[in-house]
């Protein structure tokens, strides 16, 4: 995963992942061609109004690495992650982003899981309900495979405990875990968070960096290597 960590926020602060995942995509076509996914920006340039906020950035990110970018409060982390996902489109863009050599697309961004710094969840459904309305969602072509999907995110996330938890009643950090369980539910190859442990304690911050340290090494799913 690439992950941003905020300078002034200290050992439980703000926090920013990308993660490709290795394993097999539930979507043929493009996603099964991610595997073992590379990603490359190369002079990244970024303007809002003639405003420079990125200046020619670069940066090649390797299956099975947990890559931090970190910097100030403003420095451009999250524009930087919303540009790599394809989800920012005021302002000017200059550069190259790829997966694979395939370069950024409205068909690519699609297949890149993107999880934002605030948790979006209706408090009212459990656990297990919100990441089976999340396979419904994103696997439309694979009912066959959802429970498993669901029960995999459960295991791989640490959620079990608290599956059948209405989600306004589990803790800050699982709460997170399951925000990253929505967007990896479909296996997607490519995982961006944004700010992941932001309001988590010092303990828990750290738990959810080893959850994503073995996402990246593929040991969690019995999978290859992430970037």
Do not use: W
């Amino acid at each position: 995963p690439l992950i941003k960590e905020d300078e002034e926020a200290g050992a439980c602060g703000e926090t920013c992942c990308v993660c490709c995942p290795d394993a097999a995509c539930e979507k043929p076509g493009l996603l099964s061609k991610l595997n073992r996914c590379y990603v490359t920006i190369e002079g990244l340039r970024y303007c809002v109004n003639g405003a420079p906020i990125l200046h020619g950035v670069d940066i090649v990110l390797r299956p099975g690495e947990l890559t931090a970018v970190m910097g100030a409060s403003g420095a451009g982390k999250s524009t930087l992650l919303e540009l790599a996902a394809g989800r920012r489109e005021a302002g000017t863009t200059t550069g190259r982003v790829a997966y694979n050599g395939v370069p950024l697309s409205p068909a690519l961004r699609h297949c890149i899981a993107f999880v934002h710094q605030h948790d979006v969840a209706l408090a009212t459904l459990t656990v297990r309900e919100t990441l089976r309305y999340a396979a419904a969602l994103r696997m439309p072509h694979a009912a066959a495979d959802r429970g498993e999907a669901v029960e995999r995110m459960l295991s791989l996330l640490r959620l079990g405990a608290c599956a059948d938890t209405r989600v306004e009643r589990v803790s800050g950090g699982e709460r997170k875990r399951l925000s990253i369980g929505v967007e990896l539910v479909r296996s997607s190859p490519v995982l961006l968070l944004d700010e992941p442990t932001t309001g988590l304690d010092s303990d828990t911050a750290l738990n959810l960096a080893r959850v994503l340290s073995r996402l990246a090494r593929g040991d969690a799913r019995g999978g290859a290597p992430r970037a």
